[in-house]
């Protein structure tokens, strides 16, 4: 994660403003045949020759293809940029967490993109995952002190949550080494439930190298019948903040292209994923990724469930990234094999092909491989689930392909090839 992070702290306090653009993906001369398109939208990332940004492509597809699809039809969101999607409402909503934009994107039946509004949130310096509400309303953090409330549908601010009242900025937590402080409390995302919002916080003891500045699982809680949508600061809305030292820090904050690390399931119940810093710092947190709870009815930690992710996988000391949520307490995850980190790149413990997919069970605390081959999933995870099969994006050995992975056996096969990591998302 410090490959992407660390080159977008360079941009903070210069980020770029970009203007609004409408691309076409078909020419007016050539334009694509609405029949056989499908109903789903798939953006591909392609790594640059610089080996850190990306560039970003959207176009329309069927799940049911299976021949390889090229970006020859596809409109490009950005040449090279960090960013993370999201789907609601059938638009794509492209987070340039790079740039510090927001931007919300339609595709129509002949596979015509265009950008429809954009929003600047370079205040947030590095965004997190974004939370819907409806049509009026979603919420957004990074590295401030306010969640930004905006309208998704016009891509207007609206109002703000000041969370200064929960955060810990400067206090003393002799972590990752003796003297840290706390510097900043960054929301990585957001889960809505019921008239509460979870925010995960992510402390840096230093914001510059994003290195974290303590140990344990910190979220804020946030009554949303006490904010006022149009309003600033919305302070009274805190309701507390709630710490479990056994885990780590929880949200994805962009990783694997905008996949949530906290989850709701058909309960009522919160899971989150507790990740020691995507894995790279196990040994300074010394402790396992692990799954945490907070149960339905309830605003704390529940003190009597613990899951050691990497014990029932690989075995303990293998990290696991990743919490692809598919219903019935069941997610994909993907574990690390440390043994295969190259020694001679501080980053391959975030962007090689050294993880392999799992099954997690959050309720009988077990796991089972679903592909022995190793992949780049901490960098490519967002999945998409429809009747009964997951499509997994895959990245390894100079291929990309569309992984369809069957929920019920757990048997894998290749759906279709792309140019790019591809991570496919539904239109409804």
């Known amino acids: 994660m410090n490959f992407l992070l660390n080159s977008i702290s360079k941009k903070i306090g210069t980020v770029a403003i970009i203007s609004a653009l409408v691309f076409v993906g078909c020419g007016d001369d050539d334009p694509a045949p609405a029949e056989g398109l499908g109903e ?56 340039d967490y790079g740039n510090g934009m927001m931007e919300k ?33 979603a919420f ?9 409330i905006f309208n998704p549908t016009t891509m207007q601010k609206t109002g703000t949550i000041d969370i200064s009242s929960a955060l810990n900025i400067g206090n003393t937590t002799d972590f990752p080494q003796p003297g840290g402080t706390i510097a900043a409390e960054p929301v990585t995302e957001i889960l809505i439930r019921d008239n509460l919002l979870f925010a995960a916080l992510m402390p840096l003891a230093d914001i510059a190298t994003f290195s974290p500045g303590e140990k344990g699982c910190s979220i804020v809680i946030i009554d949303t ?18 710490f479990d030292e056994r885990g780590s820090a929880t949200g ?35 402790r396992p990724a692990c799954a945490l709870k907070v149960a339905a009815g309830t605003t704390d930690f529940d003190e009597s469930y613990y899951f050691d992710l990497e014990s029932a996988a690989r075995g303990n000391g293998s990290p696991v990234v990743n919490m692809e949520y598919y219903g019935n307490g ?27 997919w799992w099954s997690f069970d959050l309720y009988n605390q077990t796991a089972e491989i679903v592909a022995e081959e190793y992949t780049r999933a901490a960098v490519a995870s967002v999945t998409y689930f429809e009747d009964g099969f997951g499509y997994v994006p895959f990245e390894a050995n100079g291929e990309q392909y569309v992984m369809k992975v069957d929920l019920n056996t757990l048997e894998t096969s290749k759906q279709f090839n792309t140019v790019g990591t591809p991570h496919l998302f539904s239109l409804q």
């Open 140 to 148: 957004v953090g990074g590295i401030s002190t306010n969640i930004i």
């Open 225 to 242: 019948d006490k904010i006022d949508a149009n309003a600033q600061g919305n302070a009274d809305a805190v309701v507390k903040r709630i």
């Open 330 to 356: 069941k997610f994909l995850g993907a574990a690390q094999d440390p043994s295969a980190i190259d020694p001679n790149n501080p980053d391959s413990y975030f962007v090689d092909p050294i993880f392999q």
């Open 40 to 95: 789903y939208a798939m953006v591909t990332t392609s790594l640059n020759a610089d080996g850190q940004t990306r560039g970003f492509y959207l176009q329309r597809v069927s799940i049911d293809n299976t021949e390889t699809l090229d970006n020859s039809d596809a409109t490009e969101l950005s040449a090279a940029t960090f960013a993370m999607m999201h789907s609601f409402g059938g638009s794509i909503y492209f987070s």
């Open 105 to 137: 994107w339609s595709i129509d039946t002949s596979n015509n993109a265009i950008m429809e509004a954009n929003m600047n949130v370079s205040e947030l310096s590095f965004q997190g995952n974004t939370a819907f509400k409806d049509e009026n309303t």
């Open 252 to 286: 994805a904050w962009g990783s694997g292209g905008g996949s949530p690390f906290m989850h709701l399931d058909e309960r009522g119940d919160i899971y989150v994923l507790c990740h020691n810093s995507w894995g790279g710092l196990r040994a300074a947190f010394d």
